[in-house]
């Protein structure tokens, strides 16, 4: 079965460069999040799209953005990149259609390292 | 406060036992969702089971079955006949409300590291 794809998968940057990770979830997926893993700590929401518009918004900051696009792939958009974000960044897809409880199915994750 | 809570940051299990990894949880929504998830070394992150709020019975998924004790706002995971596979950090997550349309973003728990030993 198809999966939710990530690219890249690792990632290397420098401070005050900027970073585009990208999301391709399972096919008729209409909803897309996003998370952020620092080293050795639980998953932290982002932001989520659904059907191509920012459905919910987390500790996300300002030099983030991110957006759906129309063929409901998903961008994060890092600016000015500080050590702190190096993390794992996963982001994970949904569909009500699929399943009534909605479970998220998370993607491999791209790891970040900000030097 | 603490909305999810896992109070075993490590756990050593004998190969084929049984294991119970704790969670309790902190919602004052009628309606909500409680997920675990599996995270080998590798990082991925694996969805073993799910309890929604409202459902009679526990959940249980071939080797996984959930303890959902609503009163006491606890959702264990049991793992019966534990396997070498099973490795890895899990995870306990909830949702608040009600599923609607992308306003389903998961609350995550700090985590337990299971290792079983042969």
């Known amino acids: 079965a198809a999966g939710v794809i990530q690219s890249p998968r690792h990632l290397i940057k420098e401070k005050r460069e900027t970073a585009t990770l990208k999301c391709y979830p399972i096919p008729r997926h209409d909803t897309v999040y996003w998370y952020q893993q620092g080293p050795g700590q639980d998953p932290q929401f982002l932001i989520s799209f659904y059907e191509k518009m920012q459905s919910d918004k987390g500790s996300i900051p300002d030099r983030f953005s991110a957006q759906q696009f129309s063929d409901y792939h998903s961008e994060l958009n890092m600016s000015s990149l500080e050590l702190g974000d190096s993390a794992l960044y996963f982001c994970a897809s949904s569909s009500l259609a699929a399943s009534s409880y909605n479970e998220q199915f998370f993607g491999p994750g791209t790891r970040l390292t900000v030097l | 406060a603490q909305k999810i809570t896992q109070t075993q940051p490590g756990m050593f299990v004998q190969e084929k036992e049984a294991v119970t990894l704790d969670c309790t949880y902190d919602?004052?929504?009628?309606?909500?969702?409680l997920f675990w998830y599996k995270q080998p070394s590798s990082g991925e992150m694996i969805f073993l089971i799910y309890q929604g709020s409202y459902d009679q019975q526990n959940a249980t998924e071939g080797r996984y079955s959930l303890n959902f004790q609503k009163a006491r706002k606890s959702a264990n995971l049991v793992i019966s006949a534990s396997q070498l596979g099973d490795s890895a950090m899990y995870f306990c997550?909830?949702?608040?409300?009600?599923?609607?349309?992308?306003?389903?973003?998961?609350?995550f728990g700090t985590g337990t590291r299971l290792t079983i030993i042969p």
């Open positions: 919602t004052s929504d009628p309606s909500y969702g």
């Open positions: 997550a909830m949702r608040e409300g009600v599923v609607n349309f992308g306003n389903e973003k998961l609350t």
